[in-house]
């Protein structure tokens, strides 16, 4: 890790209304920006579909109405252990639960419960309803997660647009912490790039949901990126954790040094990694 203070790289919003359409679409293409992203990709989806088979789980679990309001439960020996929930990425119009079992093992190492709910995406459904959905999934978390096995606090965490997510529903009563890594706070941008054919984000979208533009919730919220990354998403961690500072809310702003945005949940899937240890501490 490194002292964030002297590392702010080069906004390129700075300029935002100078840019062409593909240097803003570039601006946040992580699969562009890692060239063997591609193969990263593949080794977490194999590992991830191979763990899921194998590990102790409660799978596919509806908490809702909607095809993806499932969630996936991995529950530790004590019931009273604390909870990871995790919160996919793929800019809230790709990926699943299941691509993400992979990061099970990293805190169940240390005896931790993970559960993994999914969530539905763009375009067939709005922001606005996806943001939605994640206290809908800590709602039947609440109720239902002691009979699985699962009663411990929680910490929510996510990567990506999970991460954003996760910012979204911190102040979730069931939520004790927050973990977000990677992820992207200010979606006026966004509006801006191919991402939104699918978004479709409106004026009120924006006010509404991104963190960068609403009130802190004064929990501890640790907020992770690596060093790596899309310039437009390190800018908004850093953004993100002045803006708690300054409310005087709780967290720590953690680079992750040499990781780029898909080698950054190695840090989380590893027992070792540095946010395996950054989770645990959230309890403390």
């Known amino acids: 890790m490194v002292d964030s203070s002297t590392h702010r790289p080069l906004d390129p919003r700075t300029n935002w209304a100078t840019l062409s359409q593909e240097e803003r679409n570039a601006a946040y293409d992580n699969n562009g920006a890692v060239k063997n992203s591609a193969a990263l990709i ?24 909607r095809a993806n309001n499932k969630i996936d439960l991995y529950p530790a020996a004590r019931p009273d252990a604390p909870c990871l929930v995790f919160l996919h990425g793929g800019y809230w119009q790709r990926n699943s639960r299941e691509l993400f079992a992979m990061l099970v093992e990293g805190v169940a190492a240390h005896g931790w419960s993970v559960a993994i709910p999914g969530y539905s995406l763009a375009p067939e459904v709005s922001l606005t309803d996806i943001v939605a959905e994640i206290p809908r999934a800590l709602d039947w978390l609440a109720a239902h997660g002691a009979s699985h096995g699962i009663a411990g ?4 965490s996510g990567w990506s647009a999970g ?18 890594l990677s992820g992207v706070y200010d979606l006026a941008p966004i509006r801006d790039t191919g991402l939104n054919n699918a978004l479709k984000l409106t004026e009120e979208e924006i006010a509404r949901l991104s963190p960068l533009r609403l009130p802190v919730t004064n929990k501890r919220l640790d907020i992770a990126y690596g060093s790596n990354e899309l310039p437009a998403l390190v800018c908004d961690s850093i953004d993100l954790h ?7 809310a709780p967290g720590r702003l953690i680079p992750v040094e040499g990781a780029d945005h898909f080698t950054i949940l ?12 950054a989770a645990r501490q959230l309890l403390g």
Request: no cysteine.
């Open 42 to 65: 593949a080794e977490r989806n194999e590992t991830s579909g191979r763990l899921r088979g194998t590990l102790k789980s409660h799978l596919d679990l509806p908490y809702g109405e």
């Open 153 to 156: 606090p929680v910490v929510l």
């Open 163 to 180: 991460a954003h997510l996760a910012a979204m529903a911190l102040d979730h009563p069931r939520v004790h912490a927050g973990l977000a």
């Open 242 to 248: 002045e803006k708690r500072m300054a409310a005087k």
């Open 266 to 277: 190695e840090a989380l899937r590893r027992p070792d990694g540095v946010l395996v240890e």
